[in-house]
């Protein structure tokens, strides 16, 4: 059974690469290949505990003008392969939501690994 996260009123299950990056006098963008174009307002990096320093994941949490956005990028033997949207998140409540879900933003990283 999946574990429910207090504030989240439902996910979208996403794999959508993001091969592209862009910073500019404009803002912060993602570009993922299905089209969708994140404008990033807020993001945050982390790690779930690395078992095995060859093959890990690393997370971005991110908060865009579309809403809210969970990349993880695998390193596999020692290579980081390309960032991959996740998650779509959707709040129950958007105000103050990217700031309140990390608190729990490991625990829900690693439910997505188990």
Do not use: C
């Not at 579309?66 to 990349?71: H, K, V």
């Amino acid at each position: 059974m999946a574990r429910v996260f207090t504030g989240v009123r439902d996910e979208r299950v996403l794999e959508d690469p993001v091969p592209h990056f862009v910073t500019n006098e404009h803002g912060y963008f993602a570009y993922a290949d299905s089209g969708l174009s994140l404008t990033i307002v807020r993001a945050h990096s982390f790690q779930t505990p690395i078992t095995d320093p060859e093959n890990y994941p690393s997370y971005l949490w991110v908060e865009s003008v579309n809403g809210f956005y969970l990349l993880r990028q695998e390193v596999l033997e020692g290579a980081p392969q390309p960032w991959v949207i996740v998650r779509e998140v959707l709040p129950e409540e958007p105000h103050n939501f990217f700031y309140e879900f990390l608190a729990v933003l490991e625990d829900y990283a690693r439910s997505l690994e188990a």
